[in-house]
């Protein structure tokens, strides 16, 4: 058993070794090539989905690489009736937003009891991300939901830029009347910027969360009740003449995630309330944790004065270096790709199928990922003590759930491929998701970081890393199928013994 285990573990080292060195990765001193244009917010380069929700303009090939910005009108959206099945991958999505309003990595389950979706998180992924298929550039947007619970789980609803603007409302399982906001300019890390709203029980109770975003100010709320109010003209810096406040369109992001995972920084799993219980009695009587969401709501603002408008279709980006409200223009270019191996330089160069693979900088990539908001949480990572950490309310929250075993497991189970490789063991009983057979959910290999482009615009502070579950003999077998003569020699050792 331990040579069976030593021999698994060279493989995974093998495996790794070859993606890293096959990467082509991109930040403010390195842009993409040519060849694989856009950088995603995991900092990769590539093509197809690299292109669209994740892409970060200042570091890929040039502003035309990402695709323009489809723009959102008002919008009401009840996550009932079967909705998931009006979700797409994030994975097979390719811009165009008249196919679907919201794209997701992860697991969804339809919950008609309370006329509502889960966004769940089995044991040792990364959870799941709903992502809005367009972009608001402000306005107001509200969410009614329930929050999930315990200690290390972590609930966002979000509004995130592809320059890392960044607007949030956090929920840490184990602070369950503590609603935590935060909003950063194109990524900087500022822990001045936290503020902390009172609710009441947000696992067991609806409420509706919302995010005012206006040009000079930004406001949270919760049930209708203004909570509080940070001004853009406090934001300004004062070397840089620049106000570092969210100024550019973003996409709203729902998600739940394990912050209190092992593979965590120690600052990201203390802000998260601790170590994340993998066999919590959630886990054990549904199969996962979980968040419900029921309705979101949009209203939009009207267009900044002095926006250059072109038409009416989409956002883009007119300069490679500032990214700011005065760099928007809306234009009616299009705004999905042919296929997985276009980008915006060309989107028709391919005519080829949106199943064929994307061109990635990465052998190894993912074809899918499981939990991607950004949660600005993402902001702890830089603090692996987090003096805040220790001021936040911490309660304990309930020890089970509300929702019965037989209840949440009895709807469908929707699984988008995940790239933390979920390994359910063939002795897990097939009971904990009533009508669905565990040992057929989609298992994927990891990429380099373990996050698909998707995800990493997701978490791309606080999840720089992600944890890789067990490697199953399967797993064992299916490196040994790529990589080689080292692996060649390695299964015949594995059959030996």
Same mark, same amino acid.
């Given at each position: 058993?331990?040579?069976?285990?030593?021999?698994?573990?060279?493989?995974?080292?093998?495996?790794?070794?070859? =993606?890293?060195?096959?990467?082509?990765?991109?930040?403010?001193?390195?842009?993409?090539? $040519?060849? @694989?244009?856009?950088?995603?917010?995991?900092?990769?380069?590539? @093509?197809?989905?690299?292109?669209?929700?994740?892409?970060?303009?200042?570091?890929?090939?040039?502003? $035309?690489?990402?695709?323009?910005?489809?723009?959102?009108?008002?919008?009401?959206?009840?996550?009932?009736n079967n909705y998931s099945s009006k979700v797409l991958d994030s994975n097979t999505y390719l811009g165009d937003a008249s196919k679907a309003d919201w794209t997701y990595t992860g697991y969804l389950v339809d919950y008609?009891?309370?006329?509502?979706?889960?966004?769940?998180?089995?044991?040792?992924?990364?959870?799941? /991300?709903?992502?809005?298929?367009?972009?608001?550039?402000?306005?107001?947007?509200?969410?009614?939901?329930?929050?999930?619970?315990?200690?290390?789980?972590?609930?966002?609803?979000?509004?995130?830029?592809?320059?890392?603007?960044?607007?949030?409302?956090?929920?840490?399982?184990?602070?369950?009347?503590? /609603?935590?906001?935060?909003?950063?300019?194109?990524?900087?890390?500022?822990?001045?910027?936290?503020?902390?709203?009172?609710?009441?029980?947000?696992?067991?109770?609806?409420? @509706?969360?919302?995010?005012?975003?206006? $040009?000079?100010?930004?406001?949270?709320?919760?049930?209708?009740?203004?909570?509080?109010?940070?001004?853009?003209?406090?934001?300004?810096?004062?070397?840089?003449?620049?106000?570092?406040?969210?100024?550019?369109? =973003?996409?709203?992001?729902?998600?739940?995630?394990?912050?209190?995972?092992?593979?965590?920084?120690?600052?990201?799993?203390?802000?998260?309330?601790?170590?994340?219980?993998?066999?919590?009695?959630?886990?054990?009587?549904?199969?996962?944790?979980?968040?419900?969401?029921?309705?979101?709501?949009?209203?939009?603002?009207?267009?900044?004065?002095?926006?250059?408008?072109?038409?009416?279709?989409?956002?883009?980006?007119?300069?490679?270096?500032?990214?700011?409200?005065?760099?928007?223009?809306?234009?009616?270019?299009?705004?999905?790709?042919?296929?997985?191996?276009?980008?915006?330089?060309?989107?028709?160069?391919? @005519?080829?199928?949106?199943?064929?693979?994307?061109?990635?900088?990465?052998?190894?990539?993912?074809?899918s990922s499981s939990s991607s908001s950004h949660s600005s949480s993402s902001s702890h990572s830089s603090s692996s003590s987090s003096s805040s950490s220790s001021s936040r309310s911490s309660h304990s929250s309930r020890?089970?759930?509300?929702?019965?075993?037989?209840?949440?497991?009895?709807? =469908?189970?929707?699984?988008?491929?995940?790239?933390?490789?979920?390994?359910?063991?063939?002795?897990?009983?097939?009971?904990?998701?009533?009508?669905?057979?565990?040992?057929?959910?989609?298992?994927?290999?990891?990429?380099?970081?373990?996050?698909?482009?998707?995800?990493?615009?997701?978490?791309?502070?606080n999840m720089k890393t992600t944890g890789q579950s067990r490697l199953s003999a399967g797993d064992g077998f299916a490196l040994m199928r790529n990589n080689g003569i080292l692996k060649v020699v390695l299964a015949a050792?594995?059959?030996?013994?």
């Amino acid at each position: 058993m331990l040579l069976q285990t030593l021999i698994l573990g060279t493989l995974f080292l093998v495996q790794q070794i070859q =993606a890293d060195s096959s990467v082509i990765k991109c930040d403010a001193e390195n842009k993409c090539p $040519e060849d @694989t244009p856009c950088c995603s917010s995991g900092g990769e380069c590539g @093509t197809g989905v690299y292109c669209l929700g994740s892409c970060n303009p200042a570091f890929s090939f040039n502003i $035309e690489a990402c695709m323009p910005m489809s723009i959102f009108e008002d919008s009401r959206f009840t996550f009932n009736n079967n909705y998931s099945s009006k979700v797409l991958d994030s994975n097979t999505y390719l811009g165009d937003a008249s196919k679907a309003d919201w794209t997701y990595t992860g697991y969804l389950v339809d919950y008609p009891d309370e006329d509502s979706m889960i966004l769940a998180m089995p044991k040792d992924t990364t959870g799941t /991300v709903l992502s809005s298929t367009r972009y608001l550039w402000y306005g107001k947007v509200s969410a009614r939901l329930k929050s999930s619970h315990l200690a290390g789980v972590v609930t966002a609803f979000i509004l995130y830029s592809q320059v890392e603007d960044e607007i949030d409302m956090e929920f840490i399982g184990s602070a369950l009347n503590v /609603v935590e906001t935060n909003h950063f300019w194109q990524g900087v890390l500022n822990h001045t910027l936290y503020g902390n709203i009172t609710v009441n029980n947000s696992f067991d109770d609806f409420h @509706t969360y919302e995010m005012d975003w206006q $040009e000079d100010y930004i406001s949270w709320s919760v049930d209708g009740q203004v909570e509080r109010t940070m001004f853009k003209n406090e934001t300004y810096n004062e070397t840089t003449g620049v106000y570092q406040f969210p100024q550019t369109p =973003a996409r709203i992001q729902v998600s739940i995630w394990p912050g209190g995972d092992a593979s965590q920084p120690q600052g990201v799993i203390e802000w998260a309330g601790g170590a994340i219980d993998w066999d919590s009695s959630d886990i054990k009587d549904n199969g996962y944790y979980y968040m419900v969401l029921n309705e979101l709501n949009v209203t939009t603002a009207n267009v900044p004065d002095g926006t250059v408008q072109n038409g009416t279709k989409a956002y883009v980006y007119t300069s490679e270096d500032s990214f700011l409200q005065k760099d928007v223009a809306i234009v009616d270019k299009q705004v999905y790709l042919a296929s997985e191996k276009d980008s915006g330089l060309d989107p028709n160069n391919s @005519t080829s199928s949106s199943s064929s693979l994307s061109k990635s900088s990465s052998s190894s990539r993912s074809s899918s990922s499981s939990s991607s908001s950004h949660s600005s949480s993402s902001s702890h990572s830089s603090s692996s003590s987090s003096s805040s950490s220790s001021s936040r309310s911490s309660h304990s929250s309930r020890s089970s759930s509300t929702h019965s075993s037989s209840t949440l497991g009895a709807h =469908a189970f929707s699984n988008s491929t995940n790239s933390s490789s979920v390994s359910f063991s063939n002795e897990t009983s097939t009971s904990i998701y009533t009508g669905v057979d565990i040992n057929t959910l989609t298992k994927t290999s990891s990429s380099s970081n373990g996050l698909s482009p998707e995800q990493s615009t997701g978490f791309i502070q606080n999840m720089k890393t992600t944890g890789q579950s067990r490697l199953s003999a399967g797993d064992g077998f299916a490196l040994m199928r790529n990589n080689g003569i080292l692996k060649v020699v390695l299964a015949a050792l594995w059959y030996i013994i």
